[in-house]
């Protein structure tokens, strides 16, 4: 007998991509492989609330963000329920209500999409768990990262930690369009407990959202060789995180995030995210590795902020660097300090 009703709740981190996802075929398939570091700190904690309601005709949910009905929000959830519907087949037996907060501060320019759907799809998986118990634990996980991937297709890659890969590729055995997979491969101790400073350059609305950003990707003249490049940047990412190969993970890095804009500014119509402080920034870390030969490096998602990419015992020297050379270059001098996390959890 399926309970009446409940509350499940799950707090689930936001991820940086290495080699990036910038891409898609429907239904949310990757045009190419990705892998990301899990965040620790950048996370959505998400409850929900169900109750069996009488009629199981439509769809019923009230969502609350930070404690405050949030109705814009509204369709984009709706959509995404609508989306995973036929996977969860008792969606309408129940009214939900959503409740989700951040733990960044509110409109900083961090998507919360990745953290936030993760959060969702896993509560979700538990209340499929409580009319199923026999699900299994790594079917729970996939099944909540495939669910996730349709509502944001880097979400899938929030349920697990450390690092996690998602996209088919013949050389990483068990990888799959349909859900991200733990790296499967030995990886060196160093990218365990990697740093990550969010530099937030701009909190303002993007230009262009993710969503027509990968749309443009169709007919664009440097797809193919782009997305050919992602594949074979996954066979060489292989040897540098068994090795902790600082020097070449960073070239690989920074050329990714730098890819990922240049396909943003060869599309047609074309757009730039970066801002002139995204570039200050990229020159200071720059002059700051080759003078201090500390191995700090940067990453870009889809939007002007920086992220500031370390190994944990260089921590102390290089918060002093961003204090002294990049907080002013933020807006409203705002960062978050993060690191490499190991995944969801229930709460
Ligand atoms: O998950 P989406 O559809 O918002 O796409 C985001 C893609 C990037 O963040 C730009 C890159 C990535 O792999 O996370």
Redesign the pocket.
């Known amino acids: 007998k399926s309970p009446d009703n409940g509350k499940v709740t799950w707090k689930a981190p936001s991820?940086?991509?290495l080699v990036?996802?910038?891409g898609?075929k429907p239904v949310q398939i990757p045009a190419n492989p990705?892998i990301?570091f899990t965040l620790d700190t950048c996370a959505t904690t998400t409850s929900v609330l169900f109750e069996k309601k009488d009629n199981n005709e439509t769809l019923s949910f009230d969502l609350l963000f930070e404690g405050k009905p949030k109705d814009h929000f509204k369709p984009k959830i709706q959509a995404f329920l609508e989306r995973v519907e036929t996977y969860l087949p008792f969606l309408k037996e129940y009214h939900f209500t959503i409740e989700t907060s951040n733990s960044f501060p509110h409109s900083s320019g961090i998507?919360s999409?990745?953290s936030g759907m993760a959060a969702l799809s896993l509560c979700l998986m538990d209340i499929e768990k409580e009319l199923n118990p026999s699900l299994d634990e790594d079917l729970f996980n996939s099944k909540a990262s495939y669910l996730a991937r349709l509502g944001?297709?880097?979400?899938c890659?929030s349920v697990k930690g450390s690092l996690v890969q998602w996209g088919r590729h013949s050389n990483i055995p068990k990888s799959s369009d349909l859900y991200g997979i733990e790296y499967p491969f030995e990886v060196d101790p160093v990218f365990k407990s990697y740093c990550d400073t969010i530099l937030l350059v701009h909190k303002g609305q993007k230009q262009v959202s993710?969503?027509v950003?990968?749309q443009l990707m169709h007919g664009h003249p440097y797809a193919e060789d782009r997305f050919e490049q992602a594949f074979s940047n996954l066979d060489k990412l292989k040897p540098i995180l068994a090795n902790g190969d600082l020097e070449e993970f960073i070239k690989m890095v920074e050329s990714e995030a730098l890819t990922?804009h240049a396909m943003m500014m060869t599309s047609m119509p074309y757009f730039m995210l970066m801002k002139p402080d995204t570039l200050k920034i990229i020159n200071k870390i720059w002059q700051y590795r080759e003078a201090t030969k500390t191995p700090v490096c940067f990453t870009l998602?889809?939007g002007a902020n920086v992220h500031l990419l370390y190994p944990s015992s260089n921590k102390e020297k290089v918060q002093i660097f961003i204090k002294d050379e990049l907080v002013g270059h933020c807006e409203n001098g705002q960062y978050i300090h993060d690191q490499v996390g190991s995944g969801a959890i229930k709460i």
């Open positions: 991820n940086i991509a990036k996802y910038w898609k990705s990301s998507a999409s990745a944001s297709g880097s979400a890659r993710s969503t950003g990968h990922l998602d889809a």
